[in-house]
């Protein structure tokens, strides 16, 4: 049976499930769940994330990496850790870079990758083959080794399911899967509501049908590595696409091909997303104590050199090659592309700064 109809018949059986739910069945159902049976990752696959653009984008998280460990007094020993590492590439781009450029860091870093799927992690691990026993997989990031800590993320948090609530007759009230006369999955109004204080404070004066979106498992993610940041010191760099201010709007979207489909289409052939909060995500790692800051993509890998490593990387090339390299950094960092869209949040403990952050 496929997932679609598992999905109705469970609807038939106990009632409308909530859009995470709905969420977290299309992504990570163990036998047909989007990331544990499907190459969603580059041209051939559904989207291409930064890594897969330029290597570029992995050696500049690696220099804010050795900025961070430095700015952490060089540890002896502490963790570099990612979660949702994709096929590995942003991690094999930056060991690839700190590896000449911070030989220390490499002497005293424990490598740890955060990762779900059985399938993307042997994916992974093959794409780092000659790391291996510099490398260790962990199923949860409560698993990893103590120490400082040093965390990135790309494109993770939007993939941890969010609740949407939808304004119905001047109430907020969960927006749930249900199925129409003709059993086709459709959105629908449930009768759970939200606390009011969760909500932002136009929520008076939003119109009748407006949508808001919160994520309490990226809440608890964020609290869980802000918690281990506060005790034992460290830095985590968070990429996403999403907003830096609480607002109204339903982004629930799906992604095939590189194209846009109804969210409920193909359930399990498509990834499902909602654009992350960062308002919320800085919220909760400052509640641990945390210090946050957050710029745009682009901002950042301006910032962190990218025009200067994509001039070195063209220099003596074909006109060609050079064309490729001006529009991977279009992509990456101009403001029509990937550069405002995707922002970066900066979390460190309360004694730590990181260039090029403003900390908060």
């Known amino acids: 049976m496929n ?5 109705i018949r469970q609807i038939e059986a106990t009632g409308p499930i909530s859009v995470a739910d709905y969420m ?19 041209k051939d ?10 290597q570029m984008f992995g050696e500049l998280v690696g220099v804010w990496c050795v900025n961070a460990w430095q700015a952490l007094g060089t540890p002896s020993k502490f963790v570099l850790c990612e979660i949702g590492p994709g096929r590995g590439t942003l991690m094999k781009d930056l060991i690839r870079s700190v590896r000449r450029i911070a030989p220390d860091f490499v002497a005293a870093v424990k490598i740890h990758m955060v990762e779900i799927s059985d399938r993307l992690t042997q994916i992974q691990q093959t794409t780092l083959a000659e790391y291996q026993g510099a490398i260790g997989w962990y199923k949860q990031f409560a698993d990893i080794g103590s120490g400082p800590l ?6 993770l948090f939007d993939a941890i399911p969010s609740r949407q609530y ?16 003709d059993q086709n999955l459709v959105l629908a109004a449930g009768t759970g509501t939200i606390d009011q204080t969760l909500l932002p404070p136009a929520k008076d004066i939003a119109p009748e049908g407006s949508v808001f979106e ?12 802000a918690g281990r940041i506060h005790r ?4 985590a760099l968070l990429f996403d696409y999403g907003h830096l201010q609480q607002g109204f709007g339903d982004t629930l979207q799906a992604l095939s091909r590189h194209s846009a489909v109804d969210v409920l289409h193909i359930p399990g052939a498509a990834d499902l997303t909602t654009h992350v909060d960062f308002y919320s995500l800085a919220q909760a790692a400052r509640a641990e104590g945390c210090k946050t800051s957050a710029t745009t993509q682009g901002e950042f890998l301006i910032a962190m050199g990218l025009l200067d490593r994509a001039g070195a990387l063209g220099q003596g090339k074909s006109d060609a090659f050079q064309d490729q ?24 403990d309360p004694a730590t700064h990181t260039f090029p952050f403003e900390a908060k």
Do not use: H, W
Not at 34 to 40: G, I, Q
């Open 3 to 7: 997932l679609k109809r598992r999905i």
């Open 24 to 42: 977290a069945m299309c992504l990570f159902d163990r036998d047909a769940g989007y990331y544990t049976t499907r190459e969603p990752f580059g």
């Open 45 to 54: 696959g559904d989207f291409i994330t930064a890594p897969e653009v330029s």
């Open 150 to 155: 040093i965390l990135v993320a790309n494109e």
């Open 166 to 181: 939808v304004k119905t007759k001047g109430r907020f009230v969960e927006r749930m899967i249900a199925l129409d006369v």
């Open 214 to 225: 919160i994520a309490p498992a990226r809440s608890a993610l964020m609290q869980e590595v």
């Open 232 to 235: 034992e010191r460290g830095a």
């Open 325 to 348: 390299i001006r529009a991977d950094v279009e992509r990456l960092a101009g403001p029509d592309q990937m550069g405002t869209l995707f922002k970066v949040l900066c979390v460190t």
